[in-house]
């Protein structure tokens, strides 16, 4: 003998067993349970442009940032997982005897070598390279840096040993 309940999402009468109807079935079809389970769309603002975006109650109790785009996505991340905020940070790089040259150091050693390897003249992929080294007492004064192609530069290092 079955049993007549009223579905809680569409409001339709359907029939059951005396069993489901004991269990605490509450719908008329799995479509009415399955949209039953879901939650509407809520409006977050998307972290890198403050754009509304429409995201589950899952989702937002899931993720701390929300983003309407990818290219949103990608700007956050560049500018976050930098230096001592990304996950994979050691330290920095620095070199075993603590010299660095800035970028403007560089430009304007590779400038005066006319922007050319002075062994082979190539004008690609080029490096300075430090003539006595920092380990032995060399500087980065403009009379201790060359310029020179990466090929050169390492068959230098090989040659000295």
Excluded at 43 to 49: D, E, I, L, N
Aim: glycine share 8%.
């Amino acid at each position: 003998m079955p049993v007549t309940l009223t579905c809680e999402k569409c409001g339709r009468e359907f029939e059951v067993s005396p069993y489901y109807a004991k269990r605490g079935q509450r719908f008329c079809s799995l479509a009415c349970a399955g949209m039953s389970a879901r939650t509407p769309a809520q409006s977050v603002k998307c972290a890198q442009c403050g754009a509304l975006v429409k995201r589950s109650a899952n989702k937002i109790k899931r993720n701390a940032h929300h983003f309407c785009s990818w290219a949103c996505y990608a700007k956050w991340r560049n500018g976050r997982m930098v230096g001592e905020d990304n996950a994979t940070w050691k330290g920095g790089r620095k070199r075993k005897d603590g010299l660095r040259i800035s970028n403007a150091l560089l430009r304007q050693i590779k400038e005066r070598d006319g922007n050319r390897c002075l062994e082979c003249g190539a004008t690609e992929v080029l490096c300075v390279h430090h003539v006595v080294k920092p380990k032995d007492g060399g500087t980065n004064e403009l009379s201790n840096l060359l310029t020179l192609c990466q090929s050169c530069h390492q068959s230098l290092h090989r040659r000295q040993g």
